[in-house]
């Protein structure tokens, strides 16, 4: 998705904060949305955000979007072993179309 | 079923070949899509449906790509002719109709391997 850009990868050691960031450039999407695929695994989505909200908060994971900037970040806490994998940033197009970014490795270090 | 389903998991072709992709939405979800995921990419939409017609095909990438849903619930995208560039996994999503969020529930797609 050339209309989504992360960054390729983070490594952080077990129990630190992860945050991975997005860029995106469709101003008109209504909502913002974090999956995470492990290997061999399908995608799941971790949470969503609408473009009217500035933070949401679930548990461990923490939504910041910045629509100015069309910056969205999703923080980690405690990052745990189990949250090593991929993680896409999407933005909803035209209603019903989901457009990816490349995603970002997140490796954690016991 | 509980989740969206996807057959075969691996299908391996030789190039010029025709295949058949088959999803299984999760039960009750009017819409259904599909996607393309490469080699270190992120998915790349194909096809949308809303109950047994196309809304949406903006993402094949040309005809030899195709796609049904006859009844609504199971949906084959067939490719004709098969390219070693279309070698990928092929996701399926599927979602309530105006459920909040939108949100899209993926299945564990399949992977295409054309030699």
């Known amino acids: 998705g050339e209309d989504v850009e992360q960054s390729l990868f983070l490594s952080v050691r077990e129990g630190d904060s992860s945050v991975i960031n997005c860029t995106y450039t469709?101003?008109?999407?209504?909502?913002l949305y974090w999956y995470k695929q492990e290997p061999g695994a399908g995608l799941q989505l971790l949470t969503y955000i609408f473009s009217n909200m500035d933070m949401k908060q679930d548990q461990r994971l923490t939504v910041l979007l910045n629509k100015k900037d069309k910056h969205l970040s999703l923080r980690i806490a405690d990052t745990q072993t189990g949250d090593s994998a991929i993680y896409f940033c999407a933005e909803i197009k035209d209603g019903n179309k989901l457009v990816f970014g490349a995603g970002t490795i997140l490796r954690v270090k016991s | 079923g509980a989740g969206v389903s996807q057959t075969p998991s691996n299908k391996v072709t030789e190039k010029g070949k025709y295949v058949e992709l088959r999803c299984d939405p999760i039960?009750?979800?009017?819409?259904l899509y599909w996607y393309r995921q490469s080699l270190g990419q992120g998915p790349e939409f194909l096809i949308y449906f809303q109950g047994t017609g196309a809304a949406d095909d903006s993402g094949l990438p040309n005809d030899r790509f195709f796609a049904v849903r006859p009844e609504g619930s199971v949906s084959t995208l067939k490719i004709q002719r098969t390219e070693r560039g279309d070698s990928a996994v092929y996701l399926c999503?599927?979602?309530?109709?105006?459920?909040?969020?939108?949100?899209?529930?993926f299945g564990p797609g399949t992977r295409l391997t054309v030699l």
């Open positions: 999503a599927s979602s309530m109709y105006k459920n909040p969020g939108n949100e899209q529930f």
């Open positions: 469709d101003s008109s999407s209504t909502y």
């Open positions: 039960s009750g979800h009017t819409a």
